[in-house]
């Protein structure tokens, strides 16, 4: 947060500010589709036609240039990461019995629940109930409704003809011998003789389920009957949470139907992952439901940069282009963009059918770091870390090919009306009462001073398959200083935001231009660098090896990925403008809790900081409590906990190797402290635990003795 954010006013001049305008020509290296409309025709790919003005010539919107412009500035300016989809992914991984998922379904067993909201207590309300599996040509015979197990078919059009509020099917329970998944015949139980018998059951349905088109209709055509419900409904500890991950991690579009029209008595009808001790863990409309993960997209930023949704903090980003907020912390853009206007008449043609997918956040690989070493994946959980902003290299050629399984697929592909390479278009931009620190900042971003004169942006559609790379050229400042000053020459003013940045990069041995947010940013924008790599998308079928991505390169050599800790705190915050905008709008209370958060962040900057400066002993014993803190292992530190060999070796680096004497003392103490940390709490009814126990004091006791703690 610039130190001069609390004085940014459209109509309050700065003494050292500058008002004018930047003309530019921008011109581009690839096929370029800045798209305005699409047009959809059955049958045939979608096209995505280029913007047009009202005499119909190809331009490119103001509002697509600027933001480009922003998306830079945010990256170069360490800005708040926030313009981010708050999604709370879950995983169903059944790929094999090792996994978290398959050892959990066989420490449990599968309930069938009816859960029904109650107005009065606001509580969701379980209602046990018993079930059985229902064939569908069972099914079909007694409704004459079609059940196929059809890809095509969803659960919602399924209710649609079967809704849960029809009139329960009798039936009796039965058998079905069928061949099984070995080659050998086995028999399951079902409903059977649908429409005669004494149990009464409502028509449960599930997805899809996949496989050889001989079982579909056979062993895996089936969908459930829930019958036979308790009579009194009960009340989970933790029922409210299940139930609302429940309709976080299923198809919105199911959750709204069953929202709309459950049972009018019963309710939504579930399945649930019960614990040997009758604790529900999960809930889903199928057997084995989805789990949600341990934090949401949120929670990580907010892990990584506590203030990126406090409206009361304001990066370069926003200072410059404005923010939307609500209670008067809105910011008008201080800068303005016209179209740019193509200089010749261009021919435009439609490219060969191409597919615009974008990476989705629920591939682990591409949005958390992942350590090259381990053989897991990292997941959304308290210790992750996100990588970083999503950026396209940039490609010297368009790539069009489609792989061969999704030639045919033509109702996710799109041809893009593209204007060849090496064309020119004029634009304009309007600034006022910038700084000359945010002039500089604007600068920079519209030029990506890089080392070579290959550095470009990313603009429009296509851009994953290598079209819209373009650069700005013969940029013409015009203007002046609200005090008459002169404009900087470009040249200054790259300089100058070089400068400013580097008193803002917290590393005393490296300048900001060598950190890994800008050589990633610039080693992405360079043509020449990309050429000949591998950036096509990664084949599903490939998805089992991957461990994350490989790390990005700048001519052959590997671009590091790790960061000093950002140590900011801004000088402005709740000062002029601000300070009177936050009172008014919470009090002092809402103040203290902004100072709060800052206070907190720092405090943790600073362990970051000291984390970076530790020795090997200190390192590794503070990346173990950052572990045990707000985590399950917490709670394992009762048990015969897995870090216990990691204490272990902190203790012997401190004693061989030295470290800091406050962590030493830090680790003595909790390892000593039997009331929070199990290590010395061994069962002396065992003959070779009273000798581990008297290893583990002689090495807490060497430690001790070292650092001189008593």
Known sequence: ???????????????????????????????????????????????????????????????????????????????????????????????????????????????????????????????????????????????QQSFKNDPGVTVKQKYQKW???????????????????????????????????????????????????EVRDGRLGF?????????????????????????????????????????????????????????????????????????????????????AQSQHIF???????????????????????????????????????????????????????????????????????LKGWKRYPVKPEMDTDIPADLQNKVNVQSQLELMAPKAEFSGKLVFHNLKKEELAALIWALQLPADSELAYHSLGHGKPLGAGAVRFHQLQLQGRGNQSQPLPSVDELIALFTEHMDQAYPSDEHSWRVSPQITHLLAMADLKNNAGKNLSYMALADYKNCRGLPDFKKQDQVLSRKSPAMATQPKAFAAGRLADLIKAVGG??????????????????????????????????????????GSELQKDLMKQNPLFPDLEKSMRLFIDEGGEDMLAKELVLLVRNTAKCNYLNLSLKKKENKQKLNERNALINALAAKYGIT
């Open 315 to 385: 990066d370069m980003a926003e200072l410059i282009f404005g923010t939307l907020r609500e209670f008067g912390f809105s910011l008008k853009s201080r800068v303005a963009f016209s179209d740019a206007v193509c200089r010749q008449k261009t021919a435009l043609s439609f490219s060969k059918p191409v597919i615009l997918s974008q990476p989705k956040a629920s591939f682990l690989a591409a949005y958390l770091e992942q350590e090259p070493a381990s053989t897991l994946l990292t997941t959304y959980q308290s210790q992750a870390r």
């Open 588 to 629: 002092e209370s809402e103040l203290a809790v902004s100072e709060k958060l800052l206070l907190q962040q720092r405090q943790e900057q600073e362990a970051q900081a000291q984390l970076a400066n530790a020795s090997e002993a200190g390192r590794l014993f503070m990346e173990l409590k950052a572990k045990m803190e």
């Open 223 to 307: 969908n459930y009957l829930f019958h036979s419900s308790d009579d009194t409904a009960q009340v989970f500890e933790h029922g409210t949470k299940l139930v609302n991950r429940l309709f976080e991690n299923h198809n919105e579009e199911l959750v709204q139907y069953f929202k709309q029209n459950p049972h009018p008595e019963l309710g939504i009808p579930v399945f649930a992952r019960k614990t040997k001790k009758g604790e529900l863990i999960a809930l889903g409309f199928a057997k084995m439901p989805r789990k949600l993960y341990e934090k949401s997209v949120h929670e990580l930023v907010l892990a990584r940069q506590k203030l």
């Open 1 to 143: 947060m610039p130190d001069w954010a609390h004085l940014v006013s459209h109509d309050v001049p700065f003494a050292d500010g500058y008002s004018g305008s930047i003309e530019y020509t921008l011109t581009n290296a690839t096929p370029l589709c800045v798209g305005a409309e699409q047009q959809a025709a059955d049958g045939k790919p979608t096209q995505v036609l280029w913007a047009r003005d009202p005499k119909g010539n190809p331009v490119i919107p103001g509002s697509s240039i600027k933001g480009m412009l922003r998306s830079v500035l945010e990256i170069a300016s360490f800005g708040k990461f926030q313009t981010v989809d708050n999604q709370h992914f879950s995983y169903r991984d059944i790929s094999s019995s090792d996994t978290v998922y398959a050892k959990e379904l066989h420490e449990t067993e599968v309930v069938a629940y009816w859960v029904k909201y109650d107005e009065k207590q606001q509580v969701w309300q379980f209602r046990k109930s018993q079930w059985l599996p229902v064939f569908n040509d069972d099914l079909t015979k007694f409704t």
């Open 163 to 213: 809704p849960l509020a029809s009139k329960a099917i009798p039936f009796t329970p039965g058998n079905r011998t069928m061949m099984g998944t070995r080659g050998k015949p086995v028999t399951v139980a079902c409903a059977s003789s649908l429409g005669q018998g004494d149990l009464m059951g409502y028509p449960v349905f599930t997805g899809f389920r996949p496989g050889k088109k």
